[in-house]
């Protein structure tokens, strides 16, 4: 194993790199999670995360990875038997899909070639033809991670909408969230499911749901069975900053401090950021004659970038000799994109030189690599950045002021 200096490069799609002030904010003794102490803490943080999930509605929070927030979304609403409508965007829809059918609901699983997001007038007509109304919901992935493919969720609930369908509406933001714009109330969704280890920069171990007025009805006739993930047991606690069971006390702790620093930008420069970002990351791609695997720009995902690999290459050992020689982690391609892709995270705790050090990795592993690609790419990304920075500081109080 060579000696690495310097910091590893976590440039996965997820964990993602937790800042020191967070890392700091939880480095505390652990304290009575059925005191009046943590009761402040609980109360502060369910009431914190609504502002990211822009939801007035209560977010449960749970001590698990983010399928855990899938089951729970999964088995507060639904009863063994029900119809639910699914589209194929990648492998992590793929597994909410197995989730679903493992609990015993009937998946309308509409199929998808993994480059592009769920289509909205699809959507509609399988909503449309449905007499019975006997689809109970609709599941969506947001952000299909394995693929770097965004669906448009507000058009989505459009074309429910067009089709006047009862249905409950869920969606899974677990790789948006806290990156990409995402409006729970306003577009009308009724689960929301996110973790804390991507958009949100905490270490794994949290994960949420947003729930609305109509899911919580649902939840009162819904038969599946549940206890860990029971939604009653949950918000009754938590009306005075209680747990059911042990909560990830520390975890809080830096939620509370990512809540704080996610404010102090301001989400809307959050997601303007990562837009940059991925811009930026896109261009070099091209630049380099490669392929960015997403093929719609409507649907390009703001938080990672999956890059398709020449014929005959492959991406884990482009991956591999990028870990060794420059100590950065890049993502795998999943499931049948196992080899065909490589994924760049941009998301969470980043900035321009990150991104700057990121692609300059990238570009010297095609070089060692062998992979046929064009230089230039580092260039494009640069040229990238510099401009949109110029945009953002023409509109800035300090350029204001100078023109005053
Ligand atoms: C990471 C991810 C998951 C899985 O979350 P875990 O925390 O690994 O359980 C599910 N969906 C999406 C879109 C993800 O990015």
Known sequence: MPTHTGHHFLQIPGPTNVPDRVLRAMDRPVIDHRGQEFAQLGAEVLEGVKSIFKTKGPVVMYPASGSGAWEAAIVNTLSPGDRVLMFETGHFSNLWRDIAVRHGLVVDYVPGDWRRGVQPEDAEHRLKEDKQRAIKAVMVVHNETSTGVASRIAEIRKAMDRAQHPSLLMVDTISSLGSMDYRHDEWGVDVTVGGSQKGLMLPPGLSFNAISEKALAANKSAKMGRYYWDWQEMLKPNR????????????????????????????????????????????????????????????????????????????????????????????TGLAKLGGKVFRIGHLGHFNDLMLAGTLSGVEMGLKLAKVPHKAGGINAALERLAASRQQIANHSPLAEAALR
């Open 240 to 331: 005075s900053g209680f747990f059911p069971y042990t909560p990830a006390t520390n975890l809080l702790w830096g939620l509370r401090e990512a809540l704080a620093m996610l404010h102090e930008e301001g989400l809307d420069n959050v997601f303007q950021r990562h837009n940059r970002h991925a811009t930026a990351t896109r261009a070099a791609v091209e630049a380099w004659g490669l392929e960015v695997w997403c093929e719609e720009p409507k649907e390009y995902s703001s938080s990672l970038t999956a890059v398709a690999m020449p014929l005959g290459h492959d991406a884990d050992k482009l991956r591999e000799i990028i870990l060794e020689a420059f100590d950065m982690s890049l993502g």
